[in-house]
Structure formats: structure tokens, C-alpha cells
């Protein structure tokens, strides 16, 4: 809880306060919808595409809200506590960051195209074992989820573990967010296709990422895969005075990985010649691990308790997340979808073994620019039948996965559909005892609807 006074709150946030005699209420936390307002609260009104939060100003004082901040011109009355800023969104941001800097706490901050919010929610279970630790909520990463998310620090927070992601991917974003978090710890989990249709080449997406140094304290620290050679090209092109360490299979890695077996239950591998367990299914899983792992060793964490919080976390929902349902198992990877992370998934669906059939679900990577076309014909030429039986795929991108990965496949073994419902019904009659399915897209596909659909069957 913030339990700021009303006029604290005003000057970190360079706003002015309608009535002095207003600047002892105090804020237990900041609200910017009126649906999750509780008494206490101080409301945010933000201006969107489609709504402008000001209309709600009465509501949220209905609600309980015990002040609000509103933006010059667009609210008309005085008889409430009022914060007066010239923009609500940038009035959050400086309370955000003036606000971080009254903590006396180490910030974590993990960006990267790839693995951010389960390397985000591992590490923050690493660190937990020995401090009080405060997280980003699910991936409230953009410019409005960050500042919330530094604002849910409290003075009793001694680690805050904070995920900086894109919004729009026009440039900028992570920049922007290191200099409010000010980390004391930075990582950067890969360079990936994501954002492609905005910054146009992988090059510019580790320019975005390498962003996070901006805010990065002098004397902090810069986790990097030295396995991707995008990152690792423009890190070496850069006089970056903080210090550096790096992880990867490749030799050169300060802490080198070496993966000793991967299956249905995790992976067993080695970190500098030490033993280390993820109970996470899929190769990709260790590196997140590593992170962890390393962020502990930095800040003392004992080996014993790294050991077993690594083995032990558990997938946010739609990661990589194994459902066992009734005779066969759905591999839920429906969060999102770009190639990179499509190929771990299709890995993970190869290791896993004691399944009779192994049918992959597929739609549309969005967001890869104008080489998405030639993207999705790629991945449909390194699928084949070796690491899958079935191939039903969904969405206008996917059908050049399916032109070109039928080159692949025995005859009506891979599939492309109109609707999710011509989809559903094709999957439901391939589905036998002891069936393996992937399911993965973009988020906007909502391939969570195929899954709702298919995981009450009885096989």
C-alpha cells in the first residue's frame, strides 16, 4: 500500500493540490479503472483511443475513491480532492519515479523478445527465499503497467522484480521505463521477430532492448545471452561501463550451459559445472532458469534454496503450460507466437515422450513486418512429420505454413482451416488416448477458445 498524503503525492507526481486542506488525506493506492477502485484509493483518469477516463471521475468518488488527479480542461468541478496535472499519463510516470527513489530497495529489470514474465516470476521466487519481494502483476511491462508496478512497492520491499516490455514497438519504451525503475540489475533475455512490422530488423529490436542501460545505475550489472548472436553483435559495439555478465552454451558465456536431458517433466543441466533441476518443460526453460540462478548467486542468495525454487516454480497460464486432461495432454503455448518461440515450442513438443499420436495447432505469428509472409513459409518447411503427426493450422498467415509444410507430410496429414470451429471439429476426431497437443499463436488469435473447446473431451 502507498499510505502517501494527498499533498506527498502532488509534489512527486508535480501536481497541484485544489485545497491545502486536503493534504493530510491519506492514499492507500492508485486506481486507474473505476472497476477496481477500493475506499482509500486515488483515481487515475487516462485518456485512451476510445475512452477518456475523466467521465468516470464521480463514479470513482461514488465508489470510494478518496481524491483523483485530472488533467487540466477536461474535468469542470472543484468540490472534491483534486490533484491538477497538465497530463494524467505523465503525471503517473513522475509519481512513479520520483516515488522509486524515496525506496531504499534493489530494482531488477528484464526486457527481451523472449521469456521475459517467467524469467520475471522465476527470479522473483529465487529472490523470495531471502527477501521480501514485490513482482510485476502478470506483464503490466508497457508505459502505464511499469509506473503501476512501482507504485505497488511498498517500504517493506527489498527486492522489486519489474518486466519492461513494448507497447506500440515504435521505439523508445524500454528506454523510458529503465529511467524510471532505475535498476539495479538488467537482463536481457534474446533478440527476437517481435515488433518486426515497426522497427524493421533484429538489429533495431536489440537497439530498443540495449534501451534498459539507460536507467541502469553506474555501478549495476547487465545479464545478456551470449548465445544470441544479434545482442551479442551489438553489445560488443557498445562502451558500456556497467558490469557485464553473460550466459549461453557458447564457451565464451561467464556462466556456460550445458544441457544434459530434456523431458516430460523439466530439464537437468549443468551451470558452470553446478547441477540444476527446472521443473518447466523445454530446453528454453533453462535459460530462464539461468537467469535466476545468477540473479540469486549476485545478491547471496543460498544455493540450496535457488536450487529449489528453480525446481519447483511453476508456468504462468498459457506458457508452455502441460494440461493433463482426460487421456491425453495439451500443451498450452497460447500466450503468443513469433518464430523463435514457435521453434521452442516445436522442440518441446519433440522431446516429450510417451505419447502414441503428436498433433500441433497452429495460427498466425502477428507483428513480423513485411517479411511475415516469407516468416510463416519457413517455419511450415522445418515442420515435418519426424516431430509431428498431425498439423492443423488457422488463420490468413498460417496458410503459407500449411502450403509449404504439406511438402512435408503424407497426405491429409496437414490441415488448414477457415474457422476455429471447422478447426475444433477436425481436432476432436484426431484426438485418441494418449494423444500430445500444441496449441500456440499470437495472443490476438485467442486460440485459448480452441482449447476451451477440446479440453473436456474423453478419450
Keep these: 500500500m502507498l499510505n502517501l498524503r494527498l499533498g506527498e503525492i502532488a509534489k512527486l507526481s508535480n501536481g497541484k493540490l485544489n485545497k491545502d486542506e486536503y493534504s493530510d488525506i491519506v492514499i492507500s493506492e492508485i486506481s486507474r479503472d473505476t472497476r477496481t477502485i477500493e475506499p482509500g484509493d486515488i483515481y487515475l483518469p487516462l485518456i485512451g483511443e476510445i ?6 471521475i464521480d463514479d470513482a468518488f461514488k465508489l470510494g475513491a478518496k481524491a483523483t488527479f485530472a488533467q487540466k480542461g477536461e474535468y469542470h468541478k472543484d468540490d472534491k480532492p483534486i490533484i491538477w496535472v497538465e497530463d494524467t499519463l505523465e503525471a503517473l510516470r513522475l509519481f512513479a519515479q520520483n516515488y522509486r527513489e524515496t525506496l531504499d530497495l534493489k530494482v531488477v529489470a528484464i526486457t527481451g523478445s523472449n521469456g521475459k514474465t517467467t524469467t520475471k516470476d522465476m ?15 502478470g506483464n503490466l511491462n508497457n508505459q502505464i503497467g511499469l509506473p503501476i508496478t512501482l507504485l505497488r512497492f511498498t517500504k517493506d520491499t ?10 506500440d514497438g515504435k521505439g523508445g519504451e524500454i528506454k523510458a521505463n529503465s529511467d524510471i525503475s532505475k535498476p ?34 553506474e555501478d549495476g550489472v547487465l545479464i545478456y545471452n551470449n548465445d544470441d548472436e544479434i545482442l551479442k553483435s551489438a553489445i560488443s559495439k557498445m562502451d558500456i561501463k556497467q558490469k557485464l555478465i553473460s550466459f549461453g552454451q557458447d564457451k565464451s558465456s561467464d556462466y556456460v550451459i550445458e544441457i544434459i536431458e530434456s523431458n516430460n ?59 493433463n486432461l482426460n487421456g491425453y495432454d495439451i500443451l498450452n503455448d497460447s500466450y503468443k507466437s513469433n518464430p523463435q518461440s514457435l521453434r521452442s515450442a516445436l522442440r518441446t513438443l519433440s522431446i516429450l515422450s510417451g505419447y502414441t499420436r503428436k498433433i500441433a495447432i497452429l495460427g498466425d505469428m502477428l507483428e513480423l513486418g513485411s517479411n511475415e509472409i516469407e516468416l510463416h513459409k519457413e517455419i511450415g518447411r522445418e515442420i515435418t512429420k519426424d516431430n509431428v503427426d498431425y498439423l492443423l493450422l488457422f488463420g490468413p498467415l498460417s496458410k503459407y505454413t500449411a502450403q ?16 476455429k ?39
Design 51 to 56: 475512452l477518456n477516463g475523466h467521465i468516470f
Design 184 to 217: 539495479d540489475i538488467a537482463v536481457i533475455t534474446n533478440i527476437g521477430e517481435a515488433h518486426l512490422d515497426t522497427l524493421i530488423t533484429k538489429e533495431n529490436i536489440a537497439k530498443e532492448k540495449l534501451g534498459i542501460l539507460s536507467g541502469l545505475k
Design 265 to 323: 517433466v523439466g530439464s537437468l543441466f549443468l551451470l558452470n559445472g553446478e547441477v540444476y533441476n527446472v521443473s518447466m518443460i523445454g530446453e528454453h526453460q533453462v535459460y530462464n532458469a539461468t537467469v535466476a540462478a545468477i540473479i540469486g548467486k549476485l545478491l547471496k542468495v543460498n544455493k540450496t534454496d535457488v536450487y529449489d525454487a528453480i525446481l519447483n516454480n511453476r508456468n504462468s497460464s498459457m506458457r508452455s503450460e502441460l494440461m
Design 123 to 137: 527470479t522473483a521466487k529465487v529472490l523470495s527465499k531471502k527477501y521480501n519481494v514485490t513482482k510485476t502483476i
Design 158 to 167: 527489498q527486492v522489486g522484480v519489474c518486466e519492461l516490455g513494448m507497447f
Design 404 to 419: 509449404e509444410a504439406s511438402k512435408n507430410f503424407p497426405p491429409n496429414r496437414v490441415l488448414y482451416f477457415e474457422s
Design 421 to 459: 470451429r471447422e478447426l475444433v471439429t477436425k481436432a476432436k476426431y484426431l484426438i485418441k488416448k494418449g494423444t500430445l497437443v500444441l496449441v500456440k499463436a499470437s495472443r490476438s488469435m485467442h486460440m485459448e477458445e480452441v482449447i476451451e473447446s477440446i479440453n473436456t473431451l474423453h478419450v
